[in-house]
């Protein structure tokens, strides 16, 4: 059975930093894409960040230049850095790892940025 576990969450002032980490547990192989979502109260989960296992990075525009993902494929894990935050930042952040057709989610963590 696949798990993702996430890590990092946390409540910090605007302009702080926080870095989220997800790691899988069980058998999962050749990961195609691993990615960050997030959703706040009454908003629709959006993207936040993708990493292709060649290493392509995709961010949406309003966390350009502040959050960086990566990941590391020996350990099945995906990072989230996220520099600068902002209140608008505050939100429940979903990891996803897509394998073939199917995608896992994991159980969320809730990341909230004060002014």
């Known amino acids: 059975q696949v798990q993702l576990v996430e890590s990092g969450e946390g409540l910090v002032r605007a302009a702080g930093s926080l870095r989220l980490s997800c790691a899988a547990s069980?058998?999962?192989?050749?990961?195609?894409?691993r990615s960050w979502y997030r959703q706040a109260p009454g908003k629709q989960r959006e993207l936040v960040a993708a990493?292709?296992?060649?290493?392509?990075?995709n961010y949406a525009d309003s966390v350009k230049g502040r959050f960086t993902i990566s990941q590391d494929n020996t350990k099945n894990t995906v990072f989230l850095q996220m520099n600068s935050l902002e209140p608008e930042d505050t939100a429940v952040y979903y990891c996803?790892?897509?394998?073939?057709?199917?995608?896992?989610w994991g159980q969320g963590t809730q990341v909230t940025v004060s002014s």
């Open positions: 996803r790892f897509v394998v073939g057709a199917n995608g896992y």
């Open positions: 069980g058998s999962i192989w050749r990961v195609a894409v």
């Open positions: 990493i292709t296992s060649g290493g392509i990075t």
